[in-house]
């Protein structure tokens, strides 16, 4: 599910993809499909830790923002993926997508929000910062079903395939 995700980011924008330390099988089925991974080393105490861990590595290169996406959506359209990179280019600070009118990911943060969200090391990744940062975010009103779609269970996963 994590691979399918990671190819339609990949399509779109450098990618790095974050496993916690000790996945050694998930961290090799990364690498073997050409991805730069990342060892979150305290994944375990929550997302904010992946995340952390994630653009703590972004924030050494010279990229401007970034996208964070989820393992577990793998339906997100590159359509959408490259609406949101274009909107961070285009001056949001912020950006993420809304489905008929449910919030979505990935969320789009410019460089300016990383030191703070390195910072992050709770249960929840970013959503607090997002509740205190609502005034900068730039919604996108997509037709992309696939920002509220995140598969958890088989149910979830066979509820797709029936209509796929």
């Known amino acids: 599910m994590g691979l399918i995700a990671a190819e339609a980011f990949k399509r779109v924008l450098p990618l790095y993809v974050v496993v916690r330390a000790g996945n050694d099988e998930l961290k090799n089925l990364y690498e073997a499909a050409g991805f730069e991974v990342i060892v979150a080393e305290h994944a375990e105490r ?28 793998p339906l997100v359209q590159e359509e959408t993926l490259r609406l949101l990179c274009s909107k961070l280019q285009a001056g949001s600070e ?40 609502a005034q900068l975010i730039d919604y996108v009103e997509v037709s992309d079903a696939g920002v509220v779609t995140d598969i958890d269970t088989p149910q979830d996963l066979a509820k797709i395939s029936d209509t796929t």
């Open 94 to 133: 912020i950006v993420r997508p809304i489905y008929q009118g449910e919030f979505g990911q990935p969320v789009g943060f410019t460089r300016a929000h990383f030191v703070n969200l390195i910072g992050l090391n709770e249960d929840k990744g970013a959503r607090d910062y997002l509740e205190q940062h």
């Open 46 to 73: 929550g997302m904010g830790n992946s995340l952390s861990a994630g653009l703590q590595r972004v924030s050494a290169t010279d990229n401007t923002g970034c996208l964070v996406g989820l393992a577990d959506m």
